[in-house]
């Protein structure tokens, strides 16, 4: 069936550091992809998308790109910041008339000072 | 503002009771959802609805009911029979459709606790 792989955490960085937070997914058909960041005691909220291969998500300094040759959608930001602490999750839509995702398990970043 | 409320944000239940959670939005969805996050597991469908007095299991419905009586409400009964209820249960909405971009809208969540 359909899955999302992320990389395990926590991942813990240094302030200005580089972040990537790997993704893999597999799925039947042309999925789309999503980051959602969940921060202490909150819901899930959207950071970024794309919905078809080779397109870049971006959002508050994170992007994401579509790799269908990898089935992946890795994500990165230059310069980290202690307001980026938090869960993020990478997930996949196959059917985009029912709305369900399929997400991974989630990856969290702390950013030290 | 638009947006989706839970409550409530905590409840404590004792062993064989059932308990509901509700799960409120203006944002004039068509489609809403029942996840439960438990840690190092991410989000599990446990419900959705399309459309009103329509819903459909999710991956881990066994132990859980819903009703979708109104566009804006779809509350989530927690009943004895789930085995291990502790967990943190996320309400989302999304346009549903053929509209739908597959965004989900989520609410703050509810963390219910089993004494």
């Known amino acids: 069936g359909d899955s999302v792989t992320q990389m395990e955490g926590p991942v813990t960085l240094s302030e200005e550091a580089f972040l990537t937070i790997n993704c893999t997914y597999t799925a039947t058909g042309y999925p789309s992809l999503f980051w959602y960041v969940q921060y202490p005691g909150e819901g899930l909220q959207l950071l970024l998308k794309a919905t078809k291969a080779d397109d870049k998500g971006s959002n508050k300094g994170f992007e994401a790109t579509y790799r269908k040759e990898t089935t992946s959608f890795h994500l990165e930001k230059g310069s980290v910041q202690v307001s980026d602490s938090a869960v993020y999750f990478c997930a996949l839509s196959t059917s985009s008339n029912t709305g369900k995702l399929i997400f991974g398990q989630g990856t969290t970043l702390q950013v030290k000072p | 503002d638009g947006g989706i409320t839970q409550s409530p944000k905590y409840l404590f239940r004792k062993e064989g009771q059932n308990v509901t959670l509700s799960c409120e939005q203006n944002l004039n969805h068509d489609a809403m959802y029942w996840y439960r996050q438990d840690p190092g597991q991410g989000l599990r469908l446990i419900y959705y609805?399309?459309?009103?007095?329509?819903?459909q299991k999710g991956d881990i419905a066994e132990g859980y009911s819903v009703s979708r009586e109104k566009k804006e409400s779809f509350p989530l009964t927690v009943t004895s029979a789930q085995k291990n209820p502790t967990a943190f249960y996320l309400c989302a909405s999304s346009i549903g459709g053929l509209a739908n971009t597959g965004e989900l809208f989520f609410g703050e969540g509810s963390r219910l606790t089993v004494l």
């Open positions: 609805s399309q459309i009103v007095n329509d819903f």
